[in-house]
């Protein structure tokens, strides 16, 4: 790689003229191609300036939603991001100057959103669309240096997996078919309602279910008995609508709280407690990291319950010091 002019930095893959103002560092981005970068910079060090940009947040959201949003994200996502800018970043910095924008104005704006009573992973979405942008923002030039501050996110807390109760699982397992018949497919594949509305009897090959549609876009296999599949044709489910489909179960069966995705949660947390491995739950479940499917072996304490009594059953039997474990625990 040629040796770069002084001043003139690469970051990632792009380009950058590194300069001082007002006592202040800025990175004023030159692009991505080398002999580009190196014709902007003599430019930028020539006029002395950086031009800065005239469009307003709204104008510079419309840019991205239109250009750099359908690129990168599903058609739900693509919604769920326009939704979010007219409801909140719009509302919030209408008429706003994008080259105005501060770290403070950005901490200004969580602080605003944590007024509007949604939960906090609406917040962490609202502002993880709104680092976005401004990083693209920055990559095309529109502005010399994203303003997102560091250690803005809110902390979400992890909550445990929203799993049936054995008795729920018998009151549901208890309706009229077809009700049962989905909801029993739920309960041993743990499909999400998306999948388990488009998997066909045609997928099961060799004891699985093959899963072409996916959230993260790749195919998986998903265990399932045969007797689910045995005798039938075309779709398995029978329902194409999520919220008529768990309106009648909760009047059939008289679980209230029923939605269709505890029957995954369910799943899920079944499996551990029977001895399966978490990384074979990881692959059945299709999650991208293994960290979101520890949720459901948080929840299962059989082995903690086990290494106490154990230590206990030492204690008792003179082997280990006579120190009550929550004592020692403490210490």
Same mark, same amino acid.
């Given at each position: 790689? +040629?040796?770069?002019? /002084?001043?003139?930095?690469? /970051? ?22 080398? @002999? ?55 509302? =919030? ?26 939960? @906090?992973?609406?917040? /962490? ?6 680092? &976005? ?13 994203? +303003?997102? @501050? ?16 054995? =008795? =729920? ?6 309706? +009229?078919? @077809? ?8 309960? =041993? ?89 978490? $990384? ?36 008792? &039997?003179?082997? $280990? ?5 929550? /004592?020692?625990?403490?210490?």
């Amino acid at each position: 790689m +040629p040796r770069l002019p /002084k001043g003139m930095v690469r /970051k990632r893959k792009a380009y950058y003229w590194r300069y001082q103002k007002e006592g202040r560092e800025y990175y004023a981005p030159l692009g991505s191609d080398l @002999p580009a970068a190196s014709k902007r910079f003599r430019e930028l060090r020539r006029e002395g300036t950086i031009h800065r940009s005239e469009l307003t947040v709204t104008e510079l959201a419309a840019k991205w939603l239109t250009i750099c949003v359908p690129t990168s994200r599903n058609e739900r996502n693509q919604r769920l991001a326009a939704t979010r800018v007219r409801r909140y970043l719009s509302e =919030e910095f209408a008429g706003f100057r994008i080259s105005d924008m501060k770290p403070l104005d950005v901490r200004r704006y969580r602080l605003w959103l944590e007024t509007k009573g949604i939960a @906090p992973a609406t917040v /962490k979405a609202v502002l993880g669309d709104l680092r &976005t942008m401004l990083r693209w923002a920055e990559d095309e030039g529109l502005i010399d240096r994203s +303003p997102f @501050p560091r250690r803005i996110m809110p902390r979400i807390q992890e909550q445990p997996p929203d799993r049936l109760t054995d =008795e =729920e699982v018998q009151r549901l397992l208890a309706m +009229p078919e @077809p009700y049962r018949y989905v909801i029993r497919l739920g309960l =041993e594949t743990g499909l999400r309602w998306g999948e388990l509305s488009r998997v066909r009897a045609e997928d099961w090959q060799d004891g699985m279910l093959v899963i072409h549609q996916t959230k993260s876009g790749k195919v998986r296999r998903v265990p399932c008995p045969p007797e689910l599949v045995k005798g039938r044709v075309g779709l398995l489910n029978p329902f194409r609508s999520n919220s008529s489909f768990q309106k009648t179960v909760k009047r059939l069966s008289g679980v209230s709280r029923f939605h269709a995705h505890q029957l995954r949660h369910t799943f899920g947390c079944r499996w551990l407690e029977q001895g399966g491995s978490l $990384a074979a739950l990881q692959e059945i479940l299709g999650h991208s990291t293994i960290v979101v499917t520890q949720r459901y072996a948080r929840l299962n304490e059989a082995h903690v319950r086990a290494e106490v009594e154990r230590l206990q059953s030492r204690e008792r &039997t003179g082997n $280990a010091p006579a120190v009550p474990i929550a /004592k020692s625990l403490s210490n």
